[in-house]
């Protein structure tokens, strides 16, 4: 009874918000935005959590997670409403002159209901992951997609975004595109790539994680042709290490990346002679690279930065 009680004031509060939105148009502009909208056409898209039904060419996109922000930006779509990964953080620097007309709707992981229901989305975007709690409420508010998970699964999620904007063309496009730039990277590597050992770290503040396979910097790595170290060729995700496992952690080259300051490899492992003796390290093939991409990107555009980072490093 209180559960039911709960939904039914929520459900209130979105009516009268949206009507509050409504409030200041012309009854005329209201009667011909409502004529348009009987006018137009609509798709249903079948998703993790159910069904959409949407309206056909969407103007209005909400974007619940940083993968979906960087797809529908690729696709020609600039969305009302987008989150960060952390309150404090900006919208990400690989995309920042593309996010300037975006409103903060709160973090990916708690978004902002009441703002997202002032922005009116004709669709919004969400991942089962992140969201599946929230999906109601969502849903409550206007169309709501929501993809499995984000990550590995960047390339069908951008498929069922683009279905649901009307542009599986351009969709299409992008991912030949981006398949076109491996296949030449693995023919111009050839066998070295295959015999070349890639490890994947996140720094955190007290411990190291090992991105593997399942990961979305992990398949991007995989599809370039390159290999894991052994410890590292694993079907999961990650792996939490700490500086007892070091050797774990080489390779002939090591990635790393961070959303954290300070964090351990920048605060401890530059002084250990353990981290000091590992081979990657004595060979001066240890980088840096940006967790906005390698980490959070979770897009197309991501993906195909991460490719610029390794042409770059591994010519």
């Given at each position: 009874?209180?559960?039911?009680?709960?939904?039914?004031?929520?459900?209130?509060?979105?009516?009268?918000?949206?009507?509050?939105?409504?409030?200041?148009?012309?009854?005329?502009?209201?009667?011909?935005?409502?004529?348009?909208?009987?006018?137009?056409?609509?798709?249903?898209?079948?998703?993790?959590?159910?069904?959409?039904?949407?309206?056909?060419d969407p103007k209005r996109v909400v974007v619940l997670d940083?993968?979906?922000?960087?797809?529908?930006?690729?696709?020609?779509?600039?969305?009302?409403?987008?989150?960060?990964?952390?309150?404090?953080?900006?919208?990400?620097?690989?995309?920042?002159?593309?996010?300037?007309?975006?409103?903060?709707?709160?973090?990916?992981?708690?978004?902002?209901?009441?703002?997202?229901?002032?922005?009116?989305?004709?669709?919004?975007?969400?991942?089962?992951?992140?969201?599946?709690?929230?999906?109601?409420?969502?849903?409550?508010?206007?169309?709501?997609?929501?993809?499995?998970?984000?990550?590995?699964?960047?390339?069908e999620n951008l498929k069922i975004q683009a279905q649901a904007?009307?542009?599986?063309?351009?969709?299409?496009?992008?991912?030949?595109?981006?398949?076109?730039?491996?296949?030449?990277?693995?023919?111009?590597?050839?066998?070295?790539?295959?015999?070349?050992?890639?490890?994947?770290?996140?720094?955190?503040?007290?411990?190291?994680?090992?991105?593997?396979?399942?990961?979305?910097?992990?398949?991007?790595?995989?599809?370039?042709?390159?290999?894991?170290?052994?410890?590292?060729?694993?079907?999961?995700?990650?792996?939490?290490?700490?500086?007892?496992?070091?050797?774990?952690?080489?390779?002939?080259?090591?990635?790393?990346?961070?959303?954290?300051?300070?964090?351990?490899?920048?605060?401890?492992?530059?002084?250990?002679?353990?981290?000091?003796?590992?081979?990657?390290?004595?060979?001066?093939?240890?980088?840096?690279?940006?967790?906005?991409?390698?980490?959070?990107?979770?897009?197309?555009?991501?993906?195909?930065?991460?490719?610029?980072?390794?042409?770059k490093i591994i010519e």
């Open positions: 009874m209180k559960n039911q009680l709960v939904r039914l004031l929520f459900f209130l509060l979105v009516i009268s918000m949206l009507s509050a939105c409504g409030s200041t148009e012309s009854s005329k502009n209201g009667e011909d935005e409502e004529k348009s909208k009987e006018d137009s056409e609509e798709i249903i898209i079948t998703h993790s959590m159910g069904e959409a039904t949407i309206k056909t940083p993968g979906a922000l960087d797809n529908v930006l690729a696709l020609g779509i600039t969305p009302v409403g987008a989150p960060t990964m952390q309150l404090d953080m900006p919208f990400p620097e690989y995309l920042k002159d593309q996010t300037e007309d975006i409103e903060h709707i709160g973090t990916a992981y708690e978004p902002n209901i009441e703002t997202i229901i002032k922005l009116k989305p004709d669709v919004i975007f969400g991942n089962k992951q992140y969201h599946e709690k929230l999906y109601e409420q969502l849903e409550a508010v206007g169309p709501t997609v929501i993809v499995e998970t984000a990550g590995t699964t960047w390339k904007l009307g542009l599986e063309d351009k969709a299409e496009k992008l991912l030949n595109d981006y398949h076109g730039r491996i296949e030449n990277y693995k023919s111009s590597k050839g066998k070295d790539a295959t015999s070349t050992e890639i490890s994947l770290l996140r720094a955190n503040t007290e411990n190291v994680m090992v991105y593997l396979r399942q990961s979305f910097s992990g398949s991007i790595i995989e599809e370039l042709g390159f290999s894991r170290p052994v410890s590292q060729q694993k079907d999961d995700f990650a792996l939490e290490l700490n500086n007892e496992a070091l050797p774990e952690m080489d390779g002939d080259y090591i990635f790393w990346f961070t959303r954290e300051q300070p964090n351990i490899i920048d605060s401890s492992f530059s002084n250990s002679p353990f981290w000091n003796n590992l081979e990657a390290v004595k060979n001066n093939k240890t980088f840096k690279v940006g967790y906005d991409t390698w980490l959070s990107g979770l897009g197309i555009q991501a993906a195909n930065k991460i490719i610029d980072d390794v042409e």
